[in-house]
């Protein structure tokens, strides 16, 4: 076991994948952690959030959910996520620690939070986002402010160290962007049922105080899940493709690797009371095998008006 958890360790130093880690729900966010050995965590992180949707009345709900992080069946983590959303605003949280067999060639843990507002409309809108994490030794902290999808102010620390293949960050790589913990959340406009093929129609703008990148998601099928407590029932199941456009580093074979990975899913279910899915499962292949994380217990509940149902049935 020794020798096998070693390899492994020193096989995710090479893969090197750059992107910011978010507790683990963002399947592109999970993979750094996997590859870097530090939480970004943020709410979540895979996959989208602030997506524009109708005039419908979006209402307010509450979710707290624990996740499993394994590799090839071995479990590497173990991460919280509480999400609290109503029809002005929005504050999401979220930690995480190493735990299993990690625990004997590295140690970590980190915490997240995000708010913002809820537009006229339905659209997500970011105001703040803060992350910090430790690992072997190591501190990372990383502080954004924005404002209408734009960020007005960014602080990180340690800074980026130079690089001649890394891409440059512009002032309008961070128009129109989410934060990756806003980016877990996927509102889904209309007044038909969230859980549905569209709620996998969308490209997600990502900045993660080092990186830009696009997250674009496909409908695959519709799973039925089950927590150990809390939610049992119907997920969308979406394939995420990942494009960088900023901030990475174009000869890292991990970053290579990752643009042309074909098997990288999340699995989407209802935040009780609103129109919001977030990830339940995010499944990635790796180089060295696939990395998973679900759901322990996944518990919501509706906080006010009720909106379109989230059970698949039509109001």
Known sequence: ?????????????????????????????????????????????????????????????????????????????????LLEIGSKGYTASGSARVTGVMQAVSSGKGSAGARGTVERGGALSPQSF???????????????????????????EPPMSPAKDRVPVSDDDKKGVLDPMTAALILVPGVEAPLAPAACDRTLSIFDGRQRYDLTLSYVRTDKVKAEKGYEGPAVVCRVAYKPVS?????RAGVKYMMQNKDVYVW???????????????????MIGTAEMEALSFVSESTGAQPAAVTGKKP
């Open 268 to 286: 989407l279910a209802p935040v009780a009371g609103t129109r919001v899915l977030v990830p339940f499962k995010v499944s990635v292949a790796t």
């Open 130 to 156: 803060a992350m910090d994490a430790e690992s072997d030794k190591k501190a990372e902290a990383i502080r954004l402010v924005l404002t209408a999808n734009t960020v007005k102010n960014v602080t990180v």
């Open 1 to 81: 076991m020794g020798c096998a958890t070693g390899h492994s360790s020193a096989a995710f130093r090479r893969q090197q994948i750059p992107l910011h880690f978010i507790i683990g729900v963002s399947p592109i966010a999970w993979i750094r952690f996997l590859t870097m050995h530090r939480f970004g965590l943020t709410a979540g992180g895979l996959v989208a959030g602030a997506l524009l949707a109708s005039g419908t009345a979006y209402a307010d709900g509450r979710l707290e959910a624990r996740y499993r992080m394994s590799l090839a069946g071995l479990e590497l983590g173990r991460a919280s996520f």
């Open 247 to 251: 901030g990475h580093r174009t000869s």
